[in-house]
Every structure is written in structure tokens, then in C-alpha cells.
């Protein structure tokens, strides 16, 4: 028997996006079912951190105990339970899983010029496209706090945010499909926070970061170089372990297109350290291999970095499960982005998966401190519209479309939205520092 496929006019799915307004209203993504938990924050951060390296999990918590904001880029594992909590409009998309305003950046694309996007997809999943909006509002009042903005600014800045994804939306709905793929964001040296963070990027060169992270081995001019030490954030690894994250290079180089492969074949590996980083993904194991190319002018490096499951991933059924989930995390980047890592790509240590990327390559983030003033709302409306390129690459920007309308309503529930979601992340980061404390005592 012949399967054959089954299109939808352009009509039709305009008018499935309408028909989930009776799923969830617009005006009711302000809800909050905090009572619906069935474990405290605090559980299911730490369930969330089975498997990783104990003796960094101090530290993670130390982090996150720092301030609300810090908790929350820790602790997505609570924001998935407490979205799943709520109805959801069933509109699926490849979504970021951890939107907020330090994951997006600026970095190098394969032509070497500077782009500025989302950056982090470690929590990237097939899911409901306003998954990834619920928590970049909540990200952007935390922020908006934290940058010292009242409460009615930072509630104003995830509507402007709202506002411009729909209104990006609707125009992704009306233009020709392969269009959508090659949208390119053309403002944004226009907008203050995202100057600076190109500007740092301009400045991350890999002789740079040659110079931050790497020492001579002795006072020769020419002398060769090895990693700092800088406990605990940077360990040299040496000996048998340092072979088996070299060893995970081999089936890194068959998985890449052939003239990436060739690129990486004209560099050899030098030394190997153990990295800290970010907030919530401390814990897991992250490798640093640096290589040299033509000499010591030429370095490279690769970031090799432990991926856990989404944590959406138990909450979505449906979802096809990742066999690799480094795999998961590229292919959710290679969906979402425009214009990606060159030498993005997937490994193996042991049982362990990893994603391979390179590290610092003309990387440049967002600061709090770069948010005040303007910084925030012209900052959040970039957000919307990178968010809405993102979503349009990968599902049906008409359905989105259809399921917005003209209206205010939605930004309107997504700012009230925000505001809640903020103070109950600071009930939870209370609680942590409470918990903190007690194991002090």
C-alpha cells in the first residue's frame, strides 16, 4: 500500500492556530498551578542533578544561592514542572528550552562574521512555542530587577518583547517559506546591549583566550603552552583520562562534513583541562582541548561538554526520544539558528554523551548591568524577534500566527505572567539560601 502525504492549504493551517484559542485562551497565560507540584523546587533541582559530578554541586548551589536570577538560569528543571503544570496551546516548535536573556550572544559564523543569537540549546526540545516565551519573561523581569528597573518597566519590557514575536510572526506567515530559513536581523548593532556584546566578541579572538586560559611551559621566547590551573574552574587532565577525551575526537571528526573534518585534521592536539561553566550546567563534565594549527599563532578550541536530558523532556510524550543527547542539542541549534558553530557537532565518552563545539570563538554575552536604563526594552524586543525567527524555522509560522491574532491580550497575559513567575522564583531561591544555611548550622 502507497502512504500518501497530506498537505494543508496555507488557510487551513491559519485556521488550526485560531481553533487552539479554545484550548488555552490567550488572555490565560498568566496561570500558575504552583500547588500542582509534586516535589519542592529544591528536590527537583537536585533530581535534575543526578549523575553529575558531586563535588561541583556545592558550588552550583553557592551560585545559584547568589541572587533570583542566578537561581533561576539554574533551575529549569522547576520552570519545565510548573509549565507542564499549566494547559498548553499544543502548537509545537523546536524550542531554545532555556530562553532567557544571558543565552542569547554573539559569536563567529563559519564566513567569520559576527552574528547575535540564541546560543545555548542545551534544554532544546520539540515543544509548545510558548514554553520558550514564559520563561524568557520571567528571565526579563528578573533581569529588569536586578538591573535596578520598577516593576511596572520591567512588566512593560516582556510586553514590547510579546508584541514584537507577534508581530514578527505575522510576517514570517506572509512571506515564501524559504524566506523564513534566510531572515536575517539587520538592527542589531542598533540596539545598545547587543553593540557591547559584539564589541566584547570583537575583542575574544582565539589568541585571546590563548592568552586567558593557557601558560608557557618555560621563560623561552617560543616556549610551548599548556593550561592554566585555576581550581576550581580549570584543571589540567592529564594521563589516561586525557586519552580517553582525545580518543572521543575520532568519532567527533566521522560525524562532521567532510571539509570541517579536513579543517580539523590540520590541528594537533596540545593538552586537555576540565571546565566550569555556566550556572546551570555546573556539575556536568566539560573538556577543553586545545590544539595548534600552522604554530602557536594558530590555536583551537574545542569545548567537549556532557549533555543530560531536556528537562522538558519528561513532560512532553510525545517528544521522539533523543538516542544521543548531544545529537538532540546540535540538531536543536542547526533548527533554530540561522547561521551556526562550524565546528558544532556530537561525541562520546564511554556511556557519557557530549556536545563539541568551540569555545570562546569570538563569544560576547549580555551583562545585567548592560540592561539598565533603555538597554531593557530595546534588548526585550530583540529577544521577541529572535525567538519568533527561531520558532518559524521550525514549525509553521502561520499556525502561530493564527493562534495570536492582531490583539494585545496574549503580551498583556505573558507580562502578568512574568511578574508572577518571578515572585515565585524568588520564594524558591529563598528557600534555597534557607537550605543553605541549615546545612551550615
Given at each position: 500500500m502507497v502512504r500518501v502525504m497530506q498537505w494543508a492549504s496555507p488557510e487551513e493551517r491559519r485556521r488550526l492556530g485560531q481553533l487552539r484559542r479554545k484550548q488555552v485562551g490567550r488572555q490565560a497565560h498568566d496561570a500558575l498551578a504552583i500547588k500542582a507540584r509534586r516535589s519542592p523546587a529544591l528536590e527537583l533541582v537536585q533530581r535534575a542533578e543526578r549523575g553529575r559530578v558531586p563535588a561541583l554541586l556545592k558550588l552550583k548551589h553557592e551560585m545559584?544561592?547568589?541572587?533570583?536570577?542566578?537561581?533561576?538560569?539554574?533551575?529549569?528543571?522547576?520552570?519545565?514542572?510548573?509549565?507542564?503544570?499549566?494547559?498548553?496551546?499544543?502548537?509545537?516548535?523546536?524550542?531554545?528550552?532555556?530562553?532567557?536573556?544571558?543565552?542569547?550572544?554573539?559569536y563567529a559564523a563559519a564566513d567569520g562574521r559576527l552574528v547575535f543569537d540564541i546560543n545555548d540549546f542545551d534544554e532544546t526540545i520539540r515543544g509548545p512555542f510558548e514554553w520558550d516565551l514564559k520563561r524568557m519573561a520571567a528571565s526579563l523581569v528578573l533581569a529588569g530587577r536586578g538591573a535596578g528597573h520598577k516593576e511596572g518597566a520591567a512588566r512593560a519590557a516582556v510586553e514590547l518583547c510579546m508584541e514584537r514575536y507577534a508581530a514578527q510572526m505575522r510576517q514570517f506567515a506572509g512571506m515564501s517559506s524559504l524566506e523564513v530559513t534566510r531572515f536575517q536581523v539587520h538592527r542589531l548593532g542598533a540596539v545598545e546591549p547587543v553593540h557591547d556584546a559584539l564589541q566584547k566578541a570583537e575583542r575574544a579572538t582565539p589568541l585571546h583566550t590563548l592568552e586567558q586560559l593557557t601558560e608557557a611551559v618555560s621563560a623561552e621566547k617560543h616556549a610551548a603552552r599548556r593550561f592554566k590551573e585555576m581550581k576550581p574552574l580549570l584543571t589540567r587532565v592529564t594521563g589516561a583520562q586525557a586519552e580517553k577525551v582525545l580518543g572521543a575526537l575520532v568519532p567527533y571528526s566521522e560525524m562532521l562534513e567532510p571539509q570541517r573534518r579536513h579543517l580539523l585534521s590540520l590541528y594537533r592536539p596540545v593538552d586537555v583541562a576540565f571546565k566550569v561553566v555556566g550556572t546551570g550546567s555546573v556539575g556536568l563534565r566539560d573538556y577543553c582541548i586545545y590544539l595548534e594549527g600552522n604554530g602557536p599563532r594558530d590555536p583551537l578550541f574545542l569545548q567537549m561538554k556532557e549533555e543530560a536530558a531536556s528537562a522538558y523532556a519528561a513532560y512532553l510524550p510525545e517528544a521522539r526520544a533523543a538516542a544521543h543527547q548531544g545529537q538532540r542539542a546540535v540538531e536543536g541549534q542547526r533548527a533554530m539558528q540561522v547561521q551556526s558553530d562550524p565546528f558544532l557537532g556530537w561525541t562520546h565518552i564511554g556511556s557519557r554523551p557530549y556536545l563539541v563545539r568551540q569555545l570562546n570563538d569570538h563569544k560576547g554575552t549580555i551583562e545585567l548591568g548592560d540592561l539598565a536604563g533603555s538597554g531593557l526594552s530595546a534588548f526585550a524586543e530583540l529577544c521577541g524577534e529572535l525567538l519568533a525567527r527561531g520558532h518559524a524555522r521550525s514549525s509553521d509560522p502561520l499556525a502561530i500566527a493564527g493562534y495570536l491574532g492582531q490583539g494585545d491580550g496574549f503580551a498583556e497575559a505573558l507580562g502578568r505572567f512574568g511578574s508572577l513567575y518571578a515572585d515565585q522564583t524568588e520564594k524558591d531561591w529563598q528557600a534555597l539560601r534557607r537550605a543553605g544555611r541549615a546545612s551550615r548550622s
Open positions: 545559584m544561592a547568589q541572587s533570583p536570577f542566578l537561581y533561576f538560569r539554574g533551575a529549569a528543571a522547576v520552570m519545565a514542572a510548573d509549565l507542564a503544570a499549566v494547559p498548553n496551546t499544543g502548537l509545537m516548535s523546536q524550542i531554545c528550552g532555556d530562553a532567557h536573556v544571558r543565552n542569547l550572544g554573539a
